[in-house]
Every structure is written in C-alpha cells, then in structure tokens.
C-alpha cells in the first residue's frame, strides 16, 4: 500500500532521504549516510508504528545510488556488513571501475597553472587567456552537466584511482538483495561524449557498460551475494525524473519484498 497509492504522501516517498554528494570525497558523502539512515528509521516508525517492529532501529531500509552514487553506497556497505537495517540496494550506472572522462578533471587546473606560468615568464598577459579558460571550464560544466571537475569525488573515480582499486578487494554484505541498473544510451549527447572520451564502447554517454557491470574483480565475495543485473537505456545526464521512471519498478520491487 505504501510503494503502490499515488498519493504524493506515499508515492515518491514521505520518507525519501538524500544524501547531497556534490562529487565531494566519499567519505564525507558516507558520513552523510550514517546520519540521514537513523533519521530515516525514526520518522518511519513514528509516523506509522508499523506492526511487528518495537524500535526505530528494526525499520528496513533500501539504499539507491545512481552514478557516482552508486559507488559510494557500495562503499558504504563494505564498511558497515553487518548492517541489518538494509534490506535492498539498488545501483544504477555506477562507474565501478572508473569513468575515463573523469580524468578530465586535472583539465582545469593544467589550464590555470599553465597560464600563470607563461604570463610570468614571458611576459605576455594574452597568456592570461589560458588561465581564464581554466576558470571557465568547471564552472559551465558545473552550470549546464552538474559535474563539478574540482572536487574529489571526480579524482576518485579515475580508472587508475587509488580509491578504485582499493574499494575493488572490500566485501559486500551477503544478507541484503541487489539489483544493479545498467544504463546505455544511442542519443547524440551520448555519442559525442563517446566522442570525447576517445572511446566507442558501449555506454550511456559517460560510463562504459564494463564499468557499470559488478562482478569478481570488482566485488570480492561476488559469488556470494544475491544480485541481479538488468538492462536500462537512459542517457548519464538524463533528467532524474526520467532516469527515476526507469528504475522504479525495480526499487518498488526491493521495497514490498
């Protein structure tokens, strides 16, 4: 009754808790987590007194991340395994194995250092315009993508990231029900972003389906876990209304089991 009545109340979720990551570093977006999770639990037992759970703490909980999200509730969970309070996960387009255009991320600063340096020594204040470049650039990505290229989350989801390849030998919690979303994109905004990561893989825009896809050499205890893997087409940067509408039945799914 709660994930079917159209009611705005029950339908998107009274009780929908999100954590803002803003490509910060994970650990603060984590931290962000571990408060939002018991408040959560809290408004829910209190608002319904469901039958059967004597304390707020009993409340299930399903997680969801998308992109970078993705990656830091998977993070997340290889740090509290014996969480019992999840019950579902779901995962939509995460970059577990890095995105290439986040290696655009050291773009802004190069262009910056690149044109203080030249102006000093040469002389030649048009060497200036390559600073203002650097200056330029994160701030329209920021404005028109939502990707802000300063931050660290950026720099952790490098393929070659130090974060990647540690996160890579964490375990994941073998009690909870996963489904992951892997999203591909035929739209021209998709090609031209292929276009520019100098690479033609199958992907939705922005991370490759071989990034997107879990499996033993991204999650060590794989074999163990209970997970299904399906198949979306959604653009990276889609609308969230549009990118939420295709993984709805999958999360209402999580949330009545």
Avoid: C
Avoid at 8 to 22: I, L
Avoid at 98 to 127: C, D, H, Q, V
Wanted: charged residues 20%; aromatic residues 10%; without cysteine.
């Amino acid at each position: 009754a709660l994930v079917g009545s159209t009611h705005p109340r029950y339908g998107e979720g009274k009780f929908w808790a999100q954590a803002k990551n803003d490509s910060g570093p994970p650990g603060r977006v984590i931290s962000e987590i571990d408060r939002l999770l018991p408040e959560l639990q809290k408004n829910f037992f209190e608002t319904f007194k469901p039958r059967g759970v004597s304390e707020a703490s009993q409340v299930k909980v399903v997680l969801y991340g998308r992109s970078y999200g993705a990656v830091l509730v998977r993070d997340y969970l290889s740090r509290h395994t014996t969480d019992n309070a999840i019950s579902g996960v779901l995962m939509e387009a995460g970059p577990f194995k890095g995105a290439e255009i986040a290696n655009l991320a050291f773009l802004p600063n190069a262009l910056l250092w690149t044109g203080i340096g030249a102006t000093m020594a040469s002389g030649k204040p048009w060497y200036s315009l390559i600073s203002v470049a650097g200056l330029v650039v994160p701030f329209v990505m920021d404005r028109m993508y939502g990707l802000n290229l300063d931050a660290g989350g950026i720099y952790a989801l490098r393929p070659t990231s130090v974060y990647l390849r540690q996160l890579k030998h964490k375990p994941l919690p073998t009690h909870i029900t996963y489904v992951n979303v892997i999203q591909t994109s035929a739209d021209i905004p998709a090609a031209v972003l292929n276009w520019v990561r100098f690479n033609r893989s199958k992907s939705d825009g922005v991370v490759s389906v071989a990034s997107q896809r879990l499996g033993p050499e991204v999650v060590s205890n794989f074999e163990d876990i209970n997970i299904t893997q399906v198949n979306g087409q959604v653009f990276h940067w889609s609308i969230p209304e549009e990118s939420l509408a295709s993984i709805r039945p999958y999360l209402v799914k999580l949330l009545i089991n």
